[in-house]
């Protein structure tokens, strides 16, 4: 019974599994392997040395029904390739500008999907995010996430909670909310939007601006 009361679904044969490699680009193919099975819709390629772009493609990509995995500014692990050539992906859309992923390895992605590799980007992390959700919500959304895009916590941990309500992640300062964000959640027309963080991650400020929008 204490078993039971400790496990409610009545499953007691669960176990811990680790997805992990030897570095942030292997354990991302590894969890890509564990999901995601070869002819995959589409794959986001992020850059894997700074958060901003994964953190919108995370949710993103749960929308379209893919996985995002990393490269470098101006390479493409081979892991990551590997990863790309078994899933065979439909599309592969990279996330982010020229500065976090470079052209060459945008051609380089060209080659591993039949459908080729997009670009999504625009001219700052905010912008990116907006282009992001663009993409993957093109007729609006009933919910849409945001949190500071100056750190990574809020919106890391939102994502999966996003991802779930099919939602859009956007980026905002934290005392003011860029207006191609505001316009993008014009746009989107959700019902609700979900603040993440306290008051010195995002101000009160721009909560009542928010609120003014759903």
Do not use: C
């Not at 070869?38 to 850059?47: C, K, N, W």
């Not at 060209?110 to 700052?124: C, I, N, Q, V, Y």
């Amino acid at each position: 019974p204490a078993a039971e009361a400790a496990n409610p679904d009545g499953d007691l044969n669960f176990s811990v599994e680790r997805l992990a490699g030897a570095d942030r680009y292997l354990t991302a193919t590894q969890i890509s392997q564990r999901f995601f099975s070869s002819g995959a819709s589409v794959a986001f390629v992020t850059t894997g040395t700074d958060f901003p772009d994964a953190l919108s493609a995370g949710p993103s990509a749960a929308k379209l029904g893919g996985p995002v995995l990393f490269a470098t500014r101006d390479s493409l692990p081979s892991t990551t390739a590997s990863e790309l050539a078994r899933l065979n992906p439909a599309l592969i859309l990279v996330a982010g500008g020229t500065s976090a992923i470079s052209e060459t390895v945008r051609t380089q992605l060209d080659a591993l999907s039949t459908g080729g590799a997009t670009r999504l980007a625009g001219a700052d992390r905010y912008a990116t995010a907006v282009a992001v959700s663009q993409y993957a919500f093109p007729s609006g959304a009933s919910v849409a996430y945001i949190a500071t895009g100056e750190q990574f916590p809020d919106a890391l941990s939102g994502g999966a909670a996003a991802g779930v309500q099919s939602a859009p992640m956007l980026l905002t300062h934290a005392t003011s909310l860029p207006p191609m964000v505001r316009t993008e959640l014009e746009r989107l027309d959700p019902d609700r939007i979900m603040l993440l963080g306290g008051t010195s991650a995002v101000s009160t400020a721009v909560a009542n601006e928010l609120d003014s929008i759903a």
